[in-house]
């Protein structure tokens, strides 16, 4: 009735080993070596939010160089031993976030009543700005995030917050105020990969980790 799921990447169907979290590269291939010498048949790890730098930044879609001085190489090492690396993203951009007056000032956030960027004040994390999924401009935007991250090795994907988990109901996006878009969020976040994969990627299976969505959210793997 919703739609048929694709096949998943046949790795993700294997261990995939998360926790709160990874904070440099070299934990990351001693995890990785550490698991393997223990017999763990471990097919990807999970990176949560200290890759670009921790809550602040969220939205920047940077490593941070300090920690991760060669993500391709890491990557490269990983996956020569069977080991993917997921990375987690939120639709969120916080104030503090290198990418704010950016996606601000091109209008790629959801906005008041008046049109002028909404900010959510009352985020946990703090005040940031909340990506409209259903503006095309922002969907290109994000892709190219994507993008640039899977070129340089990385194998999956973890979409976090997607509910969202903080939405006031006054902020409108381009179909609609909250409250009419609120279930369609997470697809029209998750459909930013699955479309993309398809069109640029079509011989790979996309492997999101989907925090959260609606009847159908199968349909983008």
């Known amino acids: 009735l919703t739609g048929r799921q694709p096949l998943p990447p046949r790795w993700g169907m294997g261990l995939i080993q998360s926790r709160f979290g990874y904070k440099t590269e070299q934990e990351m291939v001693q995890v990785a070596s ?30 941070v160089p300090e920690n991760f001085p060669d993500p391709k190489r890491m990557m490269r090492r990983l996956d020569s031993a069977g080991v993917k690396t997921l990375l987690i993203s939120e639709p969120y ?16 956030v959801g906005r008041d009543s008046l049109g ?14 909340l990506l409209d999924m259903f503006r095309p401009a922002a969907r290109q935007w994000m892709w190219q995030q994507y993008d640039r991250l899977k070129q340089d090795g990385v194998g999956g994907w973890w979409c976090d917050l997607g509910e969202p988990e903080n939405q006031p109901a006054d902020m409108v996006y381009d179909l609609g105020p909250t409250r009419r878009i609120h ?27 989907a925090r959260s969505g609606w009847a159908g959210m199968q349909r983008h793997s």
């Open 93 to 108: 951009v916080m104030r503090t976030s290198r990418n704010d007056s950016l996606v601000r000032s091109r209008g790629l």
């Open 34 to 63: 550490r698991m393997r010498r223990a017999g763990f048949p471990l097919d990807g790890l999970v990176l949560d939010l200290y890759w670009f730098g921790g809550t602040k930044q969220q939205g920047d879609f940077r490593w």
């Open 116 to 129: 002028r960027p909404y900010t959510v004040a009352s985020f946990w994390a703090g005040p940031a700005t």
């Open 183 to 209: 279930n369609a969020y997470g697809q029209a976040w998750a459909s930013i990969l699955s479309e993309n994969y398809k069109r640029q990627y079509p011989q790979e299976r996309l492997f999101n980790l």
